[in-house]
């Protein structure tokens, strides 16, 4: 995984789109665990805000993927990941 983000971080114009989707996942479920106070410090944006825009950003990601079709096991893991992060239930 940190192999991953590195490489994506080091060139991102040529992310995949499952890459893309599982970073979406990945983004969405540490703003999950983050409180507000955190937040706003180190993102300079409110827990809601950053939550609403990683979930819609992640489900975005997830259908360039094609994750319905799909057999990539990142696309698979991001799915997971958004699916079993609790704050993007209360998001939709």
């Known amino acids: 995984m940190q192999r991953m983000v590195l490489d994506a971080a080091a060139d991102l114009g040529n992310v995949s789109r499952s890459t893309e989707a599982q970073l979406f996942a990945i983004y969405t479920a540490a703003v999950t ?3 507000e106070e955190t937040c706003l410090r180190l993102l300079g944006e409110s827990r809601t805000a950053l ?3 990683f979930s819609r950003a992640t489900k975005q990601a997830l259908n360039n993927a094609e994750f319905l ?3 990539n096991i990142c696309t698979l893991q991001a799915l997971t990941l958004y699916l079993v992060t609790p704050a993007t239930l209360l998001i939709n």
């Open 33 to 35: 665990s983050t409180d």
């Open 51 to 53: 939550l609403s825009r």
């Open 69 to 71: 079709r799909s057999t």
